[in-house]
């Protein structure tokens, strides 16, 4: 669980969902070919170099809006979590789609005439004034520079190096799917008779805007409301807590705490900042008597905030009592790894 800096760090598990992720991407490039080629014969036909390069286009905003959804789905069902686990390789596999769309966009308008093809993306046609007419293709390539970014720093490497503004690096993400939609609603989309391309673009915004939206209204729901006693604050009744799993509550501006149930009758809090790459340890679980991270596995004993040997990360913990089936939280957090006396629900 400790830093090694190996390349990739893959497990069976990752290398199932990276599978999983490719035959998808296989399939649909396949069942777009083929589909547009049965759609468009003789006279309408359109050249193999185009099908692909739109093939790869759709294929790569699709999974783009998966990507973002993933998020907020998670913290809305719990069931949701197996896909946030392994997100990043997902994100790779995204940008590699991107740029060979890119790739074929720039080998097949960019690349035949006297100017450099990237310098020709940049400079090329293109009227400010007209929205048809506007040179969409710079939004594709600032959106892809942003993405080659964030593809390039998401290695554990990086997380470490880059420390909390690797976070704020790849939030960058939500401007790239706004440049994207720029791209295809200034390009692609002024061309199209059939409705698909803007139907696509509309239903990944609604879906996309609209998650992250219920999301942020389901989470402040299911936070606690917060009454400080003294120096306690208080959370509300343990049975709201299911068994080996958390409630997250805010205390001061920017920090959160989760608040564990495990082995039915008792309770621990502590930082829901795990200590890999800040994963939101409260929508895990306890798994073998330890708090598990939802992103990678990161493990934390309950009632020390030590990671089992033979690692030794360490979180902060937080002290708690119980009255008539009320939890309390003392907000002053306890240096990482501090053990306390466990609260039992008795
Ligand atoms: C250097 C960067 C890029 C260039 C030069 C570029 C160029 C183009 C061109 C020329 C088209 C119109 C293709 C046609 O229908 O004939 C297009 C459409 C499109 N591009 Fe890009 N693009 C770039 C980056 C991206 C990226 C990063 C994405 C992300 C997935 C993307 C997604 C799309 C989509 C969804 C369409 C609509 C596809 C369709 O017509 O069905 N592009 N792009
Ligand atoms: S963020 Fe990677 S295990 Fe927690």
């Known amino acids: 669980m400790s830093h090694q800096f190996v390349p990739v760090n893959w497990n069976r598990r990752k290398r199932i969902y990276d599978l999983c ?68 390789h997902f994100g790779v596999s995204f940008f590699l789609v991107a740029l060979i769309h890119a790739g074929l966009a720039i080998f097949w308008y960019h690349s035949f005439g006297p100017i450099n093809p990237i310098v020709s993306v940049v400079t090329s046609g293109g009227d400010y004034q007209s929205l048809s007419g506007f040179p969409f293709q710079l939004f594709g390539l600032l959106a892809l520079l942003v993405f080659f970014v964030m593809a390039a720093t998401s290695h554990d490497y990086w997380n470490a190096v880059l420390g909390s503004s690797w976070k704020s690096l790849h939030v960058m993400v939500y401007p790239g799917y706004m440049l994207l939609v720029l791209h295809v609603g200034f ?38 409301t917060l009454e400080t006693l003294e120096n306690w604050v208080r959370v509300g009744n343990w049975q709201d807590i299911e068994n080996d799993h958390a409630i997250t509550v805010s205390v ?5 705490v989760a608040i564990f149930r495990y082995d039915h009758n008792k309770l621990c809090a502590v930082s829901n900042v795990c200590q890999h790459q800040n994963g939101p340890l409260g929508e895990g ?54 053990s306390r006396p466990v609260t039992e629900i008795r």
């Open 21 to 88: 992720v490719w035959v998808g991407i296989v399939a649909y490039i396949v069942i777009f070919v083929s589909v547009t080629n049965v759609r468009f014969q003789g006279e309408a036909s359109i050249t193999p170099v185009i099908v692909l390069m739109r093939a790869f286009a759709t294929c790569g905003f699709l999974m783009l809006t998966i990507i973002l959804c993933i998020g907020p789905l998670a913290r809305i069902d719990k069931r949701f979590l197996p896909l946030l686990y392994n997100r990043r």
């Open 187 to 224: 390009g692609a989309m002024q061309e199209d008779y059939t409705g698909i391309l803007p139907g696509m673009l509309y239903a990944s915004v609604i879906l996309v805007g609209g998650l992250h939206l219920y999301s942020a209204l389901f989470a402040s729901k299911a936070q606690i």
């Open 252 to 256: 001061g501006d920017d920090e959160r």
């Open 285 to 338: 679980r306890v798994i073998d008597g330890c708090i598990t991270c939802p992103w990678h596995g990161y493990q934390y004993r309950p009632e020390d905030g030590c990671s089992p040997p033979p690692f030794t990360e360490k979180i902060e913990t937080y002290q708690l009592k119980l009255e008539d089936n009320v939890v309390f939280l003392n907000p002053d957090p306890l240096p990482a790894g501090t």
